[in-house]
C-alpha cells in the first residue's frame, strides 16, 4: 500500500496549491507532504532491507516493484525532495523580498515541484521499462518549466537546450527500450503485456540475439546518458543547473541525476546477462572516465559558480558509470555507494551557492569573496561541502572513490585507474582554489554580518548532519541495502 | 520459418508500401522550407503511419492496437499539427532561413543515410513476421531526424524533426514486435509527446517574445 501513495501525495500536494491563494499555505503543503513521503519512504526502505537479500515489495498486481536498489533511489529522492523543500521556503522568501519573482509565478514552482518529484518516484518503482521511460520523459516536461522560472533571456536558452538536447536522447532511449522489448517477445513469446517488464526480462536475458541487445545497450546508454549528462550530450546541464531556481536545481542535480543512472544500470543487467561483461563494460568506461576529464578543466578554470556544480555533477555521474563498468562486486558496490553519498552531500552545495548568490546577487565568482564575514555559518557549510563532494577522507565520497579506484585495478585496468586518480585530483584542486578565494579572502568593504534566514539554515543543517555522520558510519540497514543492489547488479 | 499465406505478403505489401511513403515525405521535409508546408507534410507522414497500425489491428484482430491508430490519428495528424500552425500564425514567421546544407547536398547526405540505416537494420530483418523490413525505414527517419535537427535553425522546425524521430521509434516499435508495445506504455509516451509538444510551443512563443525572433542560432549567451 505504500507504493502509490509515494507518488500520488506529491501530486494532491501540488493540485491543492492551484486552489489555495495564500503563499503560507503552499509552504505548509509542500513541506509537510515531502515530510510525509520522507517517513514513508524510509519505512519502505526498512522494511526492503529487513527482507534481506531478493527481498521485494509489489503493488497493483506487480505494477510497481521495489526491490533494493528502487528503494535506495526512492530513500534518496526523498530525502532530496524534503531538504529541498524546506530550503525552498526561505529561498522564494527572500526573492520576493528582491522582488525577483511575483505570488503568482511562485506558485508554478509549488505546482510542478511535487509533480517533477512524484515522476522521479515513480521511475525507480515501475517494472515495466517502457513505464520508466514515461516516468523519465515525464521528468524532463515538469522540470523545464522549473527551469524558465524566472522569465530571463538566459532562462528560456537554457531551457530550451535542455528539453531539446533531452528529448532527443530520451527518443534514443526510446527506441533501445523498443528493440529490448522486440527481443523479449521473440523469447517470451507471450502476450504483449509482459516483455517489457524487468523482472520478466532478466530471467530470460541470455537467449536474447547478441546483435540486436548490443545495438538496444547502445541506445540506451546514449539516450539515458544525456538525461545523465554524460559527456559529450552534457551541454545541456550547466545553463539548466545555473538558470533554475536553486530549489529545483538541486532536484535536477541530486535526485533526477540518480534516475537517470538507475535506468542504466537496469539495462546493464538485461545487456550482461546477454553479452558477458565485456561490451557494456567497455562502454560506460569510455563514457565514464571522458566525462570526468571533461568536468577537470572546466571545473578549474570555472568563473560561475553554480556552473561549477554542474560540472562537478558530470564529473560524478562519470564516476558512477565507470564504477559500474568496473564490474565485479567491488564495482556493484562502489557504483551504489556512490550514488548515495552523492545525492546526500550535492543538496547542501547548491543550497550554499543559493545563499552566496541571493547575498551577492552574482554568479560569477570574482565578484564575491569574504564570504565568512558576511554569511559565516554558509562560509563554513560550503567549505565543508566541497571537502564532502570532492572525496576528501573523512566524508563519505571518498570511501566510494576509493572503491571504485580499488575495483579498476582489481579489474586490471591500471591505466584507466590512474586517469580516474588524475580527474579526481585536478577536480580537488580546481574546487579547493575556487572555495578558499571565495569565502576565506578579505571581505568586501562594508563586511556587515547579514542575518541568516532560519529556512535556510535548517534544511543546510540536516544536510550537513548526515553528511558528517555518513563519513563516520553507515546505518545497518542502509548498509544491507547497498549491498543487496550490489548484488541486484549482478556483484 | 513457415510460408507466409497470400493474405499475409499482401499485407506485408501494403505496409512496407506505407512505410516508404514516411521516407519519401520526411525527405520532402528536409527540402521543403515553409513552415506550414512542412506542418503538412508531418501530418501526411503521421496519416501513414496511422495507416500501418490500424493494417495491424486488422490483421492481428487486436483492439488495442485499434486504439493507438485512433490515437495516432487524433493527436498526430489533427490535434499537433493544428497547434503548430496556429503557432506560426500567431509568430507570423513563415519561412525558414536558409539551412546549413543546400538541398542538393542534403538529397545526397539523405540517401546516404538511408543507406546507412538499412545496414544497422540488416541483422534483424526477417521475413518470418509481418512488416519486419520496416525496421530499415524507422532508423533512417531516425537518422535523416537527428540531421533535420541539426540542419535546421528555426524553433518550430526542431519540433517537427523531433515529433519526426518519435514517428521512427514508434513504426519501429510495430515493426519489431507486430503488436506494437503494451497499452499503458503507449498511452504513456503519447500523453507525453501531446505535453512536450505543447510545452516546447510554450518555449517557442516566449523566445519570439524576448529575442524577438525563434532563430535557434541567436541562443548563445551561455557559455563555458
Redesign the interface.
Known sequence: MLLPVLIILPVLAGLCCLGTASRRSWERLNVGVFSLNAVVALCLGLNVANLGEGGKMAALGGFLQVDALSALVLVLTAFVALVCSIYAVGYFRRDLEQNRITESQLRHYYLLAPLFVSAMLLAPMAD?L??M??AI??T??AS??LI?FY?Q??S??????Y??IG??GI??A??GT??T??SG?RVLNAE??G??SWSALTTVAHQF?P??MR?AFLLVLLGYGTKAGLAPMHTWK??AY??APVPAAALLGAGFLNCAIYAIMRFNVLTEKCLGPEFSSRLLIGFGIFSILLAAP?VLV???YR?LLAYSSIDHAGIMVAALGFGGHLGALAAILHMAFHAVTKPLLFFCAGNVQQQFGTPHFRKVQGVIHVLPWTAVLFVLAAFAVTGTPPFSIFQSEFTALSAALEANRPWVAGLFVLGVVVIFIGFLLHMAKMNLGAGPDKSIRAPECPWKLASMAIVAVVIICLGLWIPAPLYQLVLSSARILGG | MPHPSSTELATSQWITLLAAGMLVVQMLMVVQRMLLTNIRLFAIQSLLLTGIAAIIASFYHAPEVFLVALLTLLGKVVFLPRLLSRLVRRIGIHQEIEPMLNSTASMFLCGALTLLGYIVARPFTSFARLGNNTLGIAITLLLIGLFLMFNRRKAITQVLALLTIENGVMLAAIALSSYGMPLVVELGVFFDVVVGVMVLGILVYRIRESFASMDVGKLTTLKG
Do not use: C, H
Open positions: 515495466n517502457g513505464v521511460w514515461v520523459e515525464t524532463t516536461l523545464v518549466l524558465t522569465n533571456k538566459t528560456f536558452e537554457a531551457g530550451w537546450k528539453i531539446i528529448s532527443v527518443s534514443l526510446l527506441f523498443v528493440i522489448y522486440s517477445v504483449a503485456g516483455s517489457m540475439d546483435r540486436v545495438l550547466p545553463d545555473a538558470e572546466f570555472q568563473r560561475n556552473r
